[in-house]
């Protein structure tokens, strides 16, 4: 599998341990990225500000707040750059490479805000296994590596649904079900609903007004003209959020 790489790109490395750094540095160099690394939270938080979003950030889930911190407290401060990064722009592909590959538990908070373009490999893992996953989230697959959460790999649909509100849940389980009800013109459409109407277009080489149309037709097939205030969603997240779970359900 080739990583879709079109021209010149930069990656960024958010990565703690100078060898590690250094190593997906030269990798993703390798595959023709510009990358541009961050050793803290503090140095990552500013790359991300001071610089126009890449087309791939590899993010550690623990990172220090600075050098001289011996041991990384959490795991929230790479799931917060994470955000920061989707916030900038929805298409960024984000490759979480983490220690703590046993469970989804960790990006749940990811996968509930309806992004796409995201994939989870363990820390270590081969080189093969790291050049899937930015395959994958280039692609804006949702991924996980086989074998995460080897442990309790069905429970991947549950867990991910006991992270929604019920009735979030609820619609969201009934959008996954209807989702082959749309042409595939309109499930091109509806997987791609957390970025903007004008990167749909561009991804699907179609005008912007023809997006729209679809979008429309979306709605009424999938009888959400009237579910934007469940919960607090927005339509466009509800339907991202039912797209992971059928990445879910295939990966699972």
């Given at each position: 599998m080739s ?5 010149p790109?930069t990656a960024f490395?958010?990565?703690?341990d100078?060898?590690a750094?250094?190593a ?8 023709q990225?510009t ?6 939270y ?9 610089h126009?979003?890449?087309r791939?950030?590899v ?10 911190e011996r041991?990384?407290?959490s ?14 722009d929805?298409?960024?592909a984000?490759?979480i490479?983490?220690a703590?590959?046993?469970?989804i ?7 509930t805000?309806?992004?796409t373009g995201?994939?989870y490999v363990?820390?270590?893992?081969p080189q ?9 989230a280039?692609?804006?697959?949702v991924?996980?590596?086989?074998g995460?959460?080897h442990a309790?790999?069905?429970?991947w649909e549950?867990m991910?649904l ?6 979030v849940?609820a619609t969201?389980v009934?959008?996954?079900?209807c989702f082959d009800e749309l042409t595939p013109?309109q499930?091109a459409v509806a997987?791609?609903m957390a970025c903007?109407?004008e990167?749909i ?8 007004t ?6 429309d037709?979306i709605?009424?097939r999938l009888?959400?003209?009237d579910t ?5 969603y927005?339509?466009?997240v509800l339907?991202a ?5 059928r990445r879910l359900?295939?990966?699972?």
């Open positions: 990583v879709p790489i079109s021209g790109a490395v958010i990565e703690d100078p060898f750094r250094w997906l540095g030269q990798y993703l160099e390798s595959l990225f990358v541009l690394t961050a050793e803290t503090t140095d990552a938080a500013a790359l991300i500000a001071g126009p979003p890449p791939l950030a993010v550690d889930l623990a990172l220090r707040d600075n050098p001289a041991i990384p407290q795991r929230s401060r790479g799931i917060t750059l994470v955000h920061a990064l989707k916030r900038r929805p298409e960024v984000v490759v490479w983490s703590y590959g046993g469970t538990a960790p990006i749940l908070p990811l996968l805000s309806g992004y995201l994939a363990a820390k270590g893992s093969e296994a790291l050049h899937d996953a930015i395959s994958h280039l692609r804006q697959d991924f996980f590596q086989p995460i959460d309790a790999t069905d429970s549950q991910f006991d992270a929604l509100e019920p009735v849940a969201v009934k959008l996954a079900r013109q499930r997987e791609r903007t109407t990167t277009a561009h991804q699907l080489g179609i005008r912007v023809t997006v729209r149309k679809y979008i037709a709605y009424d009888e959400l003209k934007e205030a469940v919960a607090g927005r339509r466009e339907l959020l039912a797209h992971i779970l359900r295939t990966t699972a």
